[in-house]
Nanobody, 125 residues
Framework: QVQLVESGGGLAQAGGSLRLSCAAS????????MGWFRQAPGKERESVAD????????YYTDSVKGRFTISRDNAKNTVYLQMNSLKPEDTGVYYC??????????????????WGQGTHVTVSS
């Protein structure tokens, strides 16, 4: 089993910033891919960003391009999501997830093997 623990969520004003972290522990997965998803109230969970093991390959959904940055520190088994220029529509529960296999950007939630418990992000206008 792999345990994922997110942190860094909270309340921000529009235009502000938050940095989410997700630390992985437990079973070691070789070359695993990490992703961030979010789920707004009444909406389906959507992929926000993901990153390959090496960090060289990254994907962002269109609505966050230029505002969010995903990164990882493999020595710490941690993935980050720096969120700048936040908008009210960024509000939701943010989940990190881990999967094995070959990297391709924008993998669906069904592709992922392990999930964190989620952290709430609320952006006020």
């Amino acid at each position: 089993q792999v345990q994922l623990v997110e942190s860094g969520g909270g309340l921000a004003q529009a235009g502000g910033s938050l940095r989410l972290s997700c630390a992985a522990s437990g079973r070691t997965l070789p070359s695993y891919i990490m992703g961030w998803f979010r789920q707004a109230p009444g909406k389906e969970r959507e992929s926000v960003a993901d990153i390959s093991w090496s960090g060289d390959l990254r994907y962002y959904t269109d609505s966050v391009k230029g505002r969010f940055t995903i990164s990882r520190d493999n020595a710490k088994n941690t993935v980050y999501l720096q969120m700048n220029s936040l908008k009210p529509e960024d509000t939701g529960v943010y989940y990190c997830a881990v999967r094995r296999g070959v990297y391709f950007g924008g993998s669906s939630a069904e592709e992922y093997d392990y999930w964190g418990q989620g952290t709430h992000v609320t952006v006020s206008s």
